[in-house]
């Protein structure tokens, strides 16, 4: 936690200040930014406020696709005055109060990042290795809360080369060092600072490919051991998803963009002229398109996230945890959709598999989860926010439920225009109309869908989109000449062999980390024994559980014929729940040719099959 010596919490003092000084209309803010990798971990920055309120909210922004809590990090922490006296309130866990002079203010901390794997580490996480580092800014920087476009500076000192996209002083829209610089200058506003992150260090290799005239940038920060793989494949890959997505919306909407991909790191965000991807370079040894879906999804976020939005989530930089927004399922759900869209029309179809096998396996997944079917996308969505739990028993997944609705509104649309008009002009109008301007509704969503197809889709939007009502493929796919089967078989292994019923999970109580039930579903063998989300879990299969990892251990246990002992918490007493462990049935999807489609649906289905 927090050092707090030097904070002081609201007294007369305090109040006696605030009154101190007039508000002044345009707040700066000036960074002085010192790394150097090869002495420490550790991050000093400097942050002077010019012209501010003489009571400033500074804070650390809270990002919309995550809540590190990263401020947990920050060490002394403390303001001055120039040649005035100052002081620093707490506000919030992540919102402090300077209180100064007529505006005038320095503030001085370190960022001390928590000690981290560097092979198996969140992309997102700021890491300072000797042989260089990646920072995420909105991790970084602290920024007046109620000025996130103010103008900022920051001189930024480290002996090795520096990738950043962000305005230098010569006005280039990235900083580039092949050699390191002792000291960089860039300037911007506070929202740009805190949605460009940095990649620096001696290792980094580049490749760069324009699009209509806009420069792109690959940077690869491998590990010092890192795996040699097929550069040629890998930057050809990228370009060409890259020109795919692109290609969707006519042109690129930013003035450059980075694609920084880190060695060792799991994961990516997205960001408004940049991504940062963890690609371990040993999976690109053995294929070097291994991550392309990933990549194509966050690329594609661009879009459809960043500019075009849900209602709700126009602010990305905030100090305030992320609000409701029950547009999820498409910005996340459809740009799934266009992942798999975008590789294959490149040139790289997902796991080199057909489009018809691809989305039984999609349906397979949704039936396999009973929460697709009893919370609508629009309330997955809305609580995507919201504790783990949230939902009770039925946990349903916004993103599956999303993928799905474009591929329903793709073949409507198609079949609607007779092939004229597809799922991309769907996207087209959306972002024509709502992008940058204001977030998007369902009701916007469905009359925009309606328009494109020229036919009425509101009951559709109220099934599918409001309710939690299954789509119909059956009467979706025949347009392709394609049909469609839905059964149930034996769960079993790789050998043939019935697997035992391992659908339950636990997760931590925000509060106080303690361990709780999750239910994957509410019919297998431990909902029907009476375990329910949300119970606290004491032991598992005679293993105390305080951590994922014991659980973990303990579940992989579990065979079938197994009595497995659960210990849980009700109603303030510690209980014993013994469960039967049997097989469990899962759902079959079967998508096949009809041998009776004619040579339009024929026709039809090839170019669906090519993702056109």
């Excluded at 996130?148 to 990738?163: D, K, N």
């Excluded at 996308?377 to 474009?406: F, K």
């Excluded at 769960?491 to 994957?520: C, E, H, K, N």
């Excluded at 005679?542 to 659960?566: M, T, Y």
Aim: include cysteine; charge should be neutral; glycine fraction near 6%.
């Amino acid at each position: 936690m927090l050092p707090r010596p030097m904070i002081l919490r609201s007294s007369p003092s305090v109040l006696a200040l605030l009154a101190i000084g007039a508000c002044t209309p345009a707040p700066a803010l000036f960074y002085d930014v010192g790394i150097d990798p090869r002495t420490s971990s550790n991050i000093q920055v400097n942050m002077q406020i010019e012209h501010g309120p003489a009571s400033a909210r500074v804070a650390m922004a809270i990002n919309p696709e995550y809540n590190d809590r990263y401020w947990r990090y920050i060490r002394d922490l403390k303001a001055n005055g120039f040649d005035k006296r100052a002081i620093l309130a707490i506000d919030k866990d992540n919102i402090w109060r300077v209180i100064s002079h007529a505006g005038w203010a320095q503030v001085n901390y370190r960022i001390e990042p928590a000690a981290e794997s560097p092979t198996n580490r969140p992309v997102w996480h700021t890491v300072i290795r000797p042989d260089g580092g990646s920072i995420n800014t909105v991790d970084t920087f602290l920024y007046l809360a109620d000025y996130p476009r103010a103008p900022v500076r920051i001189r930024f000192s480290t002996p090795v080369p520096l990738v950043w996209d962000l305005a230098n002083e010569s006005g280039n829209r990235i900083a580039i060092g092949m050699n390191g610089l002792a000291e960089q200058n860039f300037q911007t506003d506070a929202e740009t600072l805190l949605d460009s992150p940095i990649l620096f260090g001696n290792s980094i290799r580049f490749w760069r490919f324009a699009i209509g005239g806009v420069p792109h940038t690959i940077a690869y920060w491998p590990l010092p051991n890192a795996t040699p793989f097929d550069t040629v494949a890998f930057v050809d890959a990228i370009e060409k998803v890259a020109r795919e997505a692109v290609a969707v919306f006519g042109k690129p909407p930013y003035p450059h963009y980075s694609f920084l991909i880190e060695d060792g790191a799991w994961g990516a965000l997205e960001h408004k002229n940049s991504v940062t991807i963890g690609m371990q370079s040993r999976d690109l040894a053995n294929d070097p398109h291994r991550y392309l879906p990933q990549l194509a999804h966050e690329f594609f976020h661009t879009w459809n996230l960043i500019r075009l939005y849900p209602e709700g989530r126009g602010q990305r930089l905030s100090a305030d945890p992320t609000p409701h927004t029950k547009g999820l399922w498409l910005s996340e759900g459809v740009t799934m959709y266009y992942a798999e869209a975008l590789t294959r029309r490149a040139g790289f179809p997902e796991r080199n598999t057909a489009r018809k096998d691809l989305l039984a396996e999609e349906l397979e997944s949704y039936y396999r989860t009973p929460g697709n079917l009893h919370i609508s996308p629009e309330m997955a969505s809305a609580r995507a926010v919201d504790s783990t739990g949230i939902n009770g028993d039925y946990q349903p997944n916004y993103y599956a439920q999303g993928r799905l609705i474009g591929t329903a509104l793709d073949l409507i649309i198609r079949d609607s225009t007779n092939g004229a008009k597809g799922l991309d002009d769907f996207m087209r109008a959306m972002y024509d109309h709502f992008a940058l301007k204001r977030g998007f509704t369902t009701d916007d969503v469905a009359r925009t869908a309606s328009d494109v197809c020229g036919c009425n889709l509101r009951r559709f939007f109220d099934d599918h989109v409001r309710n939690a009502r299954a789509i119909d493929f059956s009467a979706l796919l025949p347009t392709l000449g394609l049909r469609i089967q839905i059964d149930s078989v034996a769960a079993v292994d790789s050998s043939g062999g019935p697997l035992p019923d391992t659908r339950i999970w636990a997760y931590p109580r925000r509060s106080d980390g303690r361990m709780r039930v999750w239910l994957q579903d509410p019919s297998s063998v431990w909902g029907r024994a009476g375990l329910h989300t949300g119970q606290d879990l004491v032991a598992f299969n005679g293993v105390q559980v305080d951590s994922f990892p014991d659980f973990r251990r303990a579940i992989r246990a579990v065979r079938i014929g197994s009595d497995v002992p659960v210990d849980i918490v009700k109603d303030g007493k510690q209980q014993r729940i013994t469960v039967r462990v049997t097989g469990y049935l899962r759902p079959r999807v079967t998508i096949s040719e009809d041998p009776a489609a004619s040579p339009a649906q024929i026709e039809r289905r090839k170019r669906w099959e090519l993702a056109r």
